[in-house]
């Protein structure tokens, strides 16, 4: 027999509890298993025990029960029954290296090669080739992973890192639903985690104390509640999850250490007051002490969270009120500038501007407190809306301009969301199947998958956003819905329940449609086909030889977007006006069309003199400042027009790429001809279409 975390869970519930009979149902709900899997738990169990001079009696009407001779026997099978994973589900190569992280994370003691490679019945070799991978994962996290010759292997960094480490572990498997039974999401009868990853799921759960999750969870909720301090229910599950890792860490004498001029800055904050309300309740609880340095910590989750409402939620007792107004005007101006790029105004989405607003101030905060923030819809949102993130990514630009600070990929993800989800929203079509969706990843997310659906699937009328926990209680009011949309699993069986992706994309429609096997007639949407074509232009119908220059002088930023504008004023793209209007936006705005180290994309609104699409390059003889502390000086201007925000974004995409791309950006900075850079985009756009297709 192979012990795993299962059965050694069994064996020590038959062990605390040796010679009294408990029912079979009872065990069962006492482990969060099935009956069934019990009883073939127990007839592995039962010959491995045996071996080990105890015995297991299993007698109907009465129940199951384990007799040993004394406590040294028992003392000695505790110690035997070293889970191992080698069970019927395979692990993939990203969960052995989640488990040697926690492994590591969790263990006080350094870990060697040989006892990972017993835990997973692997070789060395396998094993080292996943330490590589690990280690590269716990630098992006800012952690070191240390060897030391005959000792062993160890994770050095700071407590705040550490902890973000095993939050992430933890919010990984929350984000697949597999966390939600400790949670008290596990209605009679549904399973939310499979048995054949259960002790996969548990060695990771074992990062904490997971039992608690629920106590800690009702404690925030009543404590927030108290000081009417409303929190989304997706950041409550996050902020649960980094206070069951805080407790667990300080009972293992693991403190955060805050300076003391942080400590007295974020005292002037309501959300301090919320935190020291926390903490003595955590304190009450479970008999630790909460230092003054940990309040500061949570405090720091409360800044970070998105709030469900009220733009002046989260200001400082002493900060006017109409401090909600500077969010508002951010989120305007980062509207107006992701609008001109899209060609559509986003202004008019009051919703968009308002959600939005919202989110702008708890990223500040994170930036500003060094808060990481980890995003698991990033690659999906890349993947899917690529056109989307790139736009959203130009528009932070904007925004680390005011603020001075860098906004990593994972924040620019969620501002990708907002801007996704107003874009579909507007090609909604009316609906006849009324639906609830579920979404557990946030309210941005939410609103971008009704976007999605409503203008996909014209036949489903979206009437109402819930959280998980307020499907049962909505339904009951409205007998009308007959759907259920969900991104993740509940527990609900009294509608009809169509899963979906957390971000889907045209390529899920067809599976979609299968699934939910509705016979739908394609219909164009309400903003028609691309004006000026039935093809959307790719990058090189765009970049030809007469939108690109080299080697023009300029003696400014002024200047060089002057020469990029005059390329496609002489193509027929633009009129004079829309290339002074770049140049307005850009003295009223900031350097944000600095995009990448050395890199701008000017550009302004298509009423002021577009004609059609357009995209033009200059490589300046000597590179010229913009103003950016980071992206200066600029060698490379590209100058864009669009006339709506869809026909551009297939060359936009292929911009990004090609940016992103070391060699190919080479070839941009020293063709010695234009042919030379006509001949990468070329290859590019082709690359870059087939692979799509």
């Known amino acids: 027999m192979t012990m795993n975390l299962r059965r050694k869970r069994l064996l020590e519930f038959l062990i605390t509890n040796r010679g009294t009979p408990k029912p079979a149902l009872e065990i069962a709900r006492g482990l969060k298993v099935s009956p069934r899997t019990i009883r073939t ?100 996290k800012g952690l070191k992973l240390l060897r030391a010759r005959g000792v062993g292997l160890r994770v050095e960094g700071t407590e705040m890192a550490c902890r973000q480490a095993m939050v992430d572990l933890l919010d990984e498997i929350m984000q697949k639903g597999q966390l939600l039974p400790y949670l008290g999401g596990a209605e009679e009868g549904v399973r939310f985690v499979l048995e054949d990853e259960d002790s996969y799921v548990r060695q990771i759960a074992s990062l904490i104390d997971s039992r608690r999750l629920k106590e800690i969870r009702e404690l925030v909720k009543e404590t927030t509640s108290q000081f009417s301090f409303p929190v989304a229910d997706g950041a409550l599950l996050g902020l649960v999850i980094h206070l069951a890792v805080a407790i667990t860490r300080i009972e293992d004498g693991m403190g955060i250490k805050m300076p003391e001029e942080r400590l007295l800055e974020l005292r002037s904050y309501g959300e301090f007051k919320v935190a020291q309300a926390i903490a003595r309740s955590l304190e009450g609880k479970y008999e630790v002490k909460i230092p003054p340095s940990e309040v500061g910590y949570i405090s720091l989750h409360l800044l970070g969270m998105r709030m469900a409402h009220g733009l002046a939620a989260a200001v400082p007792p002493d900060e006017p009120v109409t401090i909600a107004g500077l969010w508002l005007e951010l989120a305007r101006q980062y509207l107006e500038i992701t609008g001109h790029i899209l060609g559509v105004g986003l202004l008019d989405d009051r919703d968009l501007l308002l959600g939005l607003a919202i989110h702008l101030r708890p990223i500040a905060n994170r930036l500003r407190y060094g808060l990481p923030l980890r995003n698991p819809l990033l690659d999906d949102i890349k993947v899917k809306y690529p056109g989307i993130f790139f736009i959203a990514k130009q528009g932070a630009r904007f925004l680390e301009s005011r603020w001075g600070l860098p906004i990593p990929e994972e924040e620019i993800g969620y501002l990708a969301i907002h801007l996704g989800a107003s874009l579909e929203k507007k090609r909604l079509f009316d609906g006849r199947i009324r639906a609830a969706i579920c979404c557990g990843s946030g309210i941005g997310t939410a609103r971008l998958v009704a976007s999605f659906i409503n203008n996909h699937f014209p036949e489903i009328e979206v009437l109402e956003v819930l959280s998980r926990f307020e499907v049962k209680q909505f339904l009951s009011r409205h007998p009308e819905v007959n759907l259920i949309i969900s991104t993740i699993p509940i527990a609900d069986t009294s509608r009809p329940i169509l899963m979906v992706p957390a971000v889907p994309g045209e390529e899920d429609v067809e599976e979609l449609r299968q699934k939910l096997g509705l016979a739908i007639r394609q219909k ?43 390329l496609l004023i002489r193509t027929g793209r633009v009129l004079e006006d829309y290339v002074h209007r770049m140049v307005a936006m850009i003295e009223e705005l900031g350097p944000y069309v600095v995009v990448e180290k050395g890199i701008a994309i000017p550009h302004a609104p298509p009423q002021f003199g577009v004609k059609s699409v357009g995209l033009s390059l200059i490589r300046l003889k000597a590179p010229v400042a913009f103003g950016s502390k980071v992206n200066d000086p600029v060698d490379l201007v590209f100058a864009l027009s669009t006339t709506d925000y869809r026909s551009h974004l297939t060359a936009l995409r292929q911009l990004n790429s090609l940016l992103s791309n070391n060699e190919k950006l080479a070839v941009l900075r020293s063709g010695r001809e234009k042919v030379d850079i006509l001949g990468v985009v070329a290859a590019f756009s082709r690359q870059t279409e087939k692979s799509e297709a």
């Open 524 to 566: 164009e949407p309400r903003s028609g086909p691309t004006p000026n074509s039935d093809r959307v232009p790719n990058l090189a119908d765009l970049l030809t030889q007469e939108t690109i220059a080299l080697e023009v002088e300029a003696l400014d930023w002024k200047t060089a977007v002057i020469r990029a504008g005059e």
């Open 41 to 140: 738990d127990l007839d592995a169990l039962e010959f491995w025990v045996r071996k080990r001079r105890l015995s297991i009696h299993r007698q109907p009407g009465r129940g199951i029960w384990l007799e040993a001779p004394d406590d040294q026997v028992v003392h000695q099978v505790l110690q035997e029954a070293e889970p191992s994973l080698r069970f019927e589900y395979v692990l993939g190569e990203k969960e052995r290296q989640n488990l040697i992280i926690s492994w590591l994370l969790q263990s006080p003691q350094p870990l060697t090669v040989s006892i990972l490679s017993k835990r997973l019945f692997l070789s060395r070799n396998t094993i080292e080739k996943d330490l590589r991978l690990v280690e590269a994962s716990l630098s992006r």
